[in-house]
């Protein structure tokens, strides 16, 4: 089933399928945004989340930050996705609490995250 998985994988979205590719996302793109979906494959919610999140990825990867602060100026976007079942002890690690959710990491810090509940995602 892995390599039918892999042929609707999308570039623009990095599948993390452990801790070590975890740490070489972060690594990797310390100047930039880190967008991360944690989700469960058996999850509807998930399930509904999927496509609006692809399209953000396909919409913002690469593009700029504008950031009053300039912190962050000129930054851009990188996506990634991490299932929540075969990556439990990473979730744990980073303590996430319930799926969908998502992650906005930079410099290896979290920023922010937010959930989504079944209703939010409808549509």
Known sequence: ???LLDRFKDRNIQRIES????DELHESHRDKIVVIKFYGSHCQACAK???KYKK???QYTGSKVKDEDEV???STFVFAEVESV???ELCKSINLRT????????????LDEFTCRPQEVSG
């Open 72 to 74: 962050m100026e000129g």
């Open 99 to 110: 799926i969908p959710s998502v992650m906005l990491w930079y410099r290896g810090e979290k």
């Open 49 to 51: 989340m999927a496509p």
């Open 86 to 88: 075969t990556n439990k």
């Open 19 to 22: 801790k070590a590719e975890w």
């Open 56 to 58: 953000a990825a396909h």
């Open 1 to 3: 089933t892995m390599k």
